[in-house]
């Protein structure tokens, strides 16, 4: 488990927000009812409420210049601002919605890069912890995983490097949280099954020497010392000096002299 860091993305908006012409702090249910106004008033509006920090009242705003003027130059902006709106007013679902949107109907905008972003992190700021099911965590790692692919060298793609980092140490983590519970109850082909997955799919994060170990364990209650012994000796190779390849080289000993390395001192 780690812990989630909400990222301040009102200094990444403001490239792309456009001045208002005034601002106000008292909110009306009035101000999103359909009421025709011309652009400016209407943008200037919703940027002022912005501006106080009511959130999804701007964010119903902007989606209001989308509709009453589809066509003018400010629609555009306005989609993706009603996204970042929801997504500050922690509304993460309809971020995504409004973002994808966007993306939709202008995939090859400059702000392009920016939406994959405030979607990404939609998602990541939705994760809890690692006892809880994980399919926004791979929602979020995918969606980084887009935008670092479609714009490498964005201004968001170094932090999206170390977001897909983070996520990927977390989806093995609940893998070897599920595989430990399978050991503890005895099913030593599923918990061999999710120990596999870890050093098959995440085998940079800090989960694989474990996971080799718990491999050495749960391949020789199968009755597969031969496998084992594989299992040990790339613990050995790779983490000559982890407790993790201490415990592996003893129980491999236990069963009968093998030729694997001894485990080197931590010291």
């Given at each position: 488990?780690?812990?989630?860091t ?59 210049v ?26 993460y ?57 479609r ?32 050991e ?6 599923a ?6 997955k870890?050093?098959?799919?995440y ?6 020497p ?44 236990r ?13």
């Amino acid at each position: 488990m780690f812990n989630m860091t909400r990222i301040a993305a009102v200094g990444l908006a403001c490239a792309i927000i456009l001045p208002a012409t005034g601002c106000s702090r008292t909110t009306s249910s009035s101000d999103t009812g359909y009421v025709a106004r011309d652009v400016n008033t209407l943008y200037a509006l919703a940027k002022q409420r912005l501006d106080a920090r009511d959130y999804e009242q701007a964010a119903e705003l902007f989606a209001e210049v989308e509709r009453q003027h589809p066509y003018s130059v400010w629609a555009r902006r306005a989609q993706l601002m009603s996204a970042f709106s929801f997504y500050s007013a922690r509304k993460y679902n309809e971020a995504i919605s409004s973002g994808q949107r966007f993306l939709t109907i202008h995939p090859g905008n400059k702000d392009a890069p920016y939406a994959h972003y405030l979607i990404a992190m939609s998602y990541y700021l939705q994760i809890e912890d690692v006892s809880r099911d994980q399919r926004i965590s791979q929602q979020a790692l995918d969606a980084f995983g887009e935008l670092v692919r479609r714009y490498p060298q964005s201004r968001y793609s170094s932090d999206s490097r170390l977001k897909m980092d983070l996520l990927t140490d977390h989806l093995a983590g609940k893998e070897m949280e599920i595989g430990r519970f399978y050991e503890r109850s005895g099913k030593w082909l599923a918990a061999n099954l999710r120990f596999r997955k870890v050093v098959d799919d995440y085998q940079t994060t800090s989960h694989t020497p474990e996971a080799l170990q718990r491999l050495v364990e749960t391949y020789l209650a199968l009755g597969i010392p031969e496998e084992a012994q594989k299992a040990a000796a790339v613990l050995g190779t790779n983490y000559p000096s982890s407790k993790w390849y201490e415990r592996a080289y003893r129980l491999m000993q236990r069963h009968g002299p093998q030729q694997l390395p001894q485990p080197q001192s931590q010291g």
